[in-house]
């Protein structure tokens, strides 16, 4: 009989307690333990089992789980009595900053406060029995009173330090500490707009906990990210990394593809496992590919539907605002990746959040460790790499796809989402463009234009007399809205030049069309009707109908259309050949 699907659990007691769906993942234990490392940060994308390992590791480790050989039982981890004999022996300090988000500075440090104090509420004996000092008393008091007032940067900082010496004295053995989605803050940070204040306090923090703490054994840290050293770890120079690319733990989050099929054969969906493959396979940790997500499978094995389980697990919100602030270039790359193509970028695993509206490599990087990209391909060495040409040192360069199905489901929403203000001038805009209506073409695209222009001009120097932002996030959108009727490409070589966009039609019944976009260029072109004029001469010139042409395409069934635009307002002239272009 099928266990029962328990949705959202993350605390390891409670599963096996109780028999739910589980994967045994207690390899991660052994592993970690043989590896020795005194710090170890390890990134995941969301939803990849980090807490209920974290949990995990928690209850195999601490001393309040002494004795819990039921919890282990029949997990690989029982198979070594070296290793029932090291369950429940050391003191642990367990917390998460999962949920430490909010709009100001000041809040997420009183969040913050609260979670240490929540922490140190749980070693109240410790005040008992003489066990501090008056002034180590007066110190842990002031940590509990953080519950219901604001801590002090320093005392925070040196909350979990201070905690570490108080329990090792009292076991007579070292601390070890898990903290669970350590970067939670810092990208809130970088959404909300207080990136200096919060990494100056993190660096404080990390320092004290995990580089001058000799009370600690061992450390773990989980995240999605590796926030870059000189962000938050230029005090704390001693961890070791492991990154997506890296091959450690490489089976200790997220389902193998064996687990996912022997899943699905508990539950009597075997024959469709290449539906399962398709939608929500393509994840890889370093060498080992054929990773699956265990948030999407664990629904899909409770429902037996499809569906974007595990994108609608979150607001999306730093995609998104990537994306939608991101440069022409980047617009181009990702409509690459929409269209099921690929993109090479030099990554860093080293996010500096700061840099990522300055820099492409640094967002590709960041979709990467977030789970949206895959890697496709390498390019050269994984280490550094030589670029001979100009005598330096760079980045390995990655071919790099969307990562599975679901993911693309994922992005065609984000990109309806763009245009969510102007929806209905949108939708109007596509029937006139596909009916040919140059009039409504004009009504309907000023107006969508007038509503989210703004929108996409957000990079670090907006303004309304360049329109690329808002130009190829209209292509995007065109993308998935007319994807199942025509094929849209982009910036490709026809005839003498490159064309702005293209739509050929998947039948021969509708009309293909050319698209050009142009601004406003008041010492050349005396309105905006010379500027549409001159996007309809290029076409010509240019002889971009050519690739059409050599198709089969008649010149009768091909519209060019030329777009003028000139801060937020829009002119459209164009047609076919024999038609009027007013």
């Not at 430490?100 to 005040?127: P, Q």
């Not at 070890?176 to 990136?195: C, H, N, R, S, V």
């Not at 010149?555 to 000139?566: L, P």
Request: hydrophobic share 35%.
């Amino acid at each position: 009989m099928a266990r029962t699907i328990g949705i959202g659990r993350q605390d390891f007691e409670t599963m096996r307690m109780e028999d739910t769906f589980y994967i045994d993942k207690t390899n991660f234990i052994r592993e970690w333990w043989e590896n020795k490392d005194d710090v170890t940060l390890i990134t995941r994308p969301r939803r990849f089992g980090k807490t209920l390992n974290m949990s995990m590791m928690q209850q195999f480790f601490s001393i309040d789980y002494a004795g819990r050989s039921d919890l282990f039982e029949g997990l690989s981890i029982w198979q070594e009595e070296e290793y029932q004999n090291l369950q429940g022996t050391y003191p642990v300090l367990f917390l998460s900053f999962a949920r430490v988000k909010g709009s100001t500075y000041a809040a997420v440090r009183e969040e913050i406060g609260r979670i240490l104090a929540g922490v140190y509420k749980k070693y109240r004996f410790l005040l008992e029995d003489g066990w501090l000092s008056e002034e180590e008393q007066k110190d842990f008091r002031g940590i509990l009173s953080s519950l219901t007032e604001p801590l002090s940067e320093t005392a925070a900082a040196d909350s979990l330090h201070q905690l570490c010496d108080y329990l090792s004295r009292y076991y007579g053995k070292k601390v070890l500490i898990f903290l669970d989605e350590y970067d939670t803050p810092m990208q809130e940070a970088y959404i909300k707009g207080y990136w200096e204040e919060m990494s100056g306090f993190m660096r404080s923090l990390f320092n004290s906990t995990f580089k001058t703490n000799p009370y600690m054994y061992r450390a773990l840290m989980t995240g999605i990210t590796r926030v870059s050293k000189e962000s938050i770890f230029s005090d704390f120079n001693n961890p070791k990394v492991v990154t997506t690319t890296s091959k450690e733990y490489a089976q200790c989050f997220g389902f193998t593809e064996g687990e996912v099929f022997a899943s699905l054969e508990e539950y009597g969906l075997s024959a469709r496992k290449e539906e399962v493959k398709a939608w929500y396979d393509g994840f890889t940790f370093g060498d080992t590919t054929d990773i699956y997500n265990p948030w999407s499978i664990t629904n899909y094995l409770d429902t037996g539907e499809t569906g974007t389980y595990w994108a609608n697990t979150s607001t999306n919100s730093l995609a998104g605002k990537l994306i939608q602030e991101g440069s022409e270039e980047l617009k181009k790359d990702f409509e690459q990746l929409l269209k099921g193509g690929s993109i090479k970028a030099e990554l860093d695993e080293q996010i500096v959040y700061d840099q990522l509206g300055e820099n492409d490599d640094a967002i590709w990087s960041l979709l990467l460790a977030s789970g949206y990209l895959k890697i496709a391909e390498r390019v050269g060495n994984e280490e550094t790499v030589r670029d001979w040409e100009h005598g330096i040192l760079t980045n390995p360069v990655y071919k790099l796809t969307l990562t599975n199905m679901e993911v693309r489901r994922m992005f065609h929403s984000l990109v309806k989402g763009w245009f969510r203000g102007a929806k209905s001038s949108y939708n109007q805009f596509l029937k006139a463009l596909l009916a040919g209506d140059i009039k409504g073409m004009n009504r309907y695209m000023n107006s969508v234009a007038l509503k989210t222009f703004s929108y996409f001009d957000t990079g670090k120097n907006p303004s309304e007399s360049e329109p690329e932002r808002f130009y190829h996030g209209f292509v995007l959108g065109l993308m998935v809205e007319l994807s199942g009727r025509y094929t849209i490409t982009s910036n490709r070589e026809s005839g003498f030049g490159r064309y702005d966009v293209m739509l050929e039609p998947r039948s021969r019944g509708d009309d293909a069309m050319l698209l050009e976009f142009k601004v406003h260029d008041a010492e050349d072109e005396q309105d905006l009707e010379e500027t549409a004029a001159a996007a309809l001469a290029q076409i010509e010139e240019k002889q971009y109908a050519k690739t059409l042409l050599a198709k089969g395409i008649p010149a009768g069934k091909i519209r060019s259309y030329g777009f003028a635009f000139e801060g937020k307002t829009v002119l459209i002239r164009g047609g076919r050949k024999n038609e009027t272009t007013a």
